[in-house]
């Protein structure tokens, strides 16, 4: 394959979440997806309710679309999905391209498959499911993602809908106790219209109460998604 | 002066702000500053008005409290204020006594005022003051003090509150374009009861809409108070 499934090209928008949170960013997000969360907030990534709205670009394209979009106006362009380790070089090329215009590259994936592009990105944020998504994680492939990044470069985040979750959280921790750790608090309901914000606000507050009395937690860091935060349930922000 | 005036000893919490946002951390906050701001959120560390809480206290003896609070809950402490700069050598004992228990420090300040332990602390936060806070920056202080801090320790964080403040902002960030930049919403009214999120999250989206249309703001991070928006106006949180 040498084109990218692309579902949307938009930004620039400010990064809700994870380690850079807060930076501004494009937003890549390809189609295509080898998990099934029940929770997923994109979901329309892998369920064929958009299917319609899928594209096949090169990397080239990407490029063009995101220049047209805001030329001058982005230092980062954040590549999510769906899961975007399902595709193989052409990733490497939109990488190898931006990176020759100066602008840096964030991508999110739940660690369940490696790609050598890996090694090429500025920020890789591994998001391994907890039990509330009714995924199962592959450990063996997450070792090897983790050992195989270079130092500095990947960091790990894990969403938290309940107590399950958490424990499955402080098995992550625990495994990878190295690599910088981000807890990020559960949106419930991801189609829920309107104001939501104080329905996140109420889980980030029970999600920190329990970090704060957790000294496994000491070095762990407690995040909302801002933008949900911000624009609520919103696609496109 | 061998000994540290304090006001409040408090933690373990969440940092609400700023580049080390999200992390489990003790507050040690000391009394006394050379500003007024306008806004302030912690004005009774210098308007007098909890003077009779004030302790001067050794470094260790901050040190056996926080153990006491939460021995093995932490690994990192925030020094704020007030402006903790107003104190010397005394902070520079607490570091170090810290460091030597594998804790880490951070410190706010507004960057009006050297001190040579800056250049032992891990995280520097340097806040200087947009016009809303009535306050003058004196911009060769500011100067000096990032000249000297060790790569990679200090970062910039304004907070913004009008078109003016973030004028000033622009200007700040442009002066010290290689010192990671964090812009925060700033709160309008610190004395207000109940749930203020709404209000705060109003003024975010603001902010990020600027910042989203701005290419002088490509690598600034837009951040909220998330202590603010879970605990709102409460102290000691």
Chains 1, 2 share one sequence.
């Not at 064929?48 to 030329?71: F, H, P, T």
């Not at 063996?140 to 309940?162: A, C, H, W, Y």
């Not at 109420?202 to 933008?227: C, G």
């Amino acid at each position: 394959m040498s084109k990218i499934p692309v579902i949307e090209i938009f930004g620039p928008t400010i990064q809700g979440e994870g380690s850079v949170i807060g930076v501004k960013t494009m937003f890549v997000r390809t189609y295509g997806c080898d998990y099934r969360c029940a929770w997923c907030d994109s979901a329309f990534t892998w369920d064929g309710s958009a299917k319609d709205q899928v594209r096949m670009l090169e990397a080239s394209e990407i490029v063009s679309e995101l220049a047209a979009l805001a030329a001058g106006n982005f230092e980062w362009v954040t590549i999510s999905g769906g899961n975007p380790a399902l595709i193989g070089q052409p990733i490497q090329e939109l990488a190898d391209q931006l990176h020759q215009l100066g602008i840096k590259v964030a991508v999110e994936t739940q660690g369940s498959k490696w790609q050598d592009w890996f090694r090429s990105v500025d920020v890789l944020t591994l998001s391994p499911k907890p039990p509330s998504s009714r995924m199962h994680t592959d450990w063996s492939v997450l070792d090897r993602i983790i050992e195989q990044m270079p130092s500095g470069t990947s960091n790990l985040k894990v969403v938290v809908f309940d107590d399950e979750d958490y424990r499955y959280a402080k098995t992550v921790h625990r495994r990878y106790p190295d690599i910088p750790f981000f807890l990020q608090a559960g949106n419930s309901d991801v189609q829920e219209e309107g104001n939501i914000s104080d329905r996140l606000l109420k889980k980030l507050n029970w999600l920190m109460d329990k970090v704060i009395a957790d000294p496994d937690m000491n070095d762990a860091r407690t995040l909302p998604q801002l933008h949900a935060l911000v624009w609520h349930n919103k696609r496109g922000k």
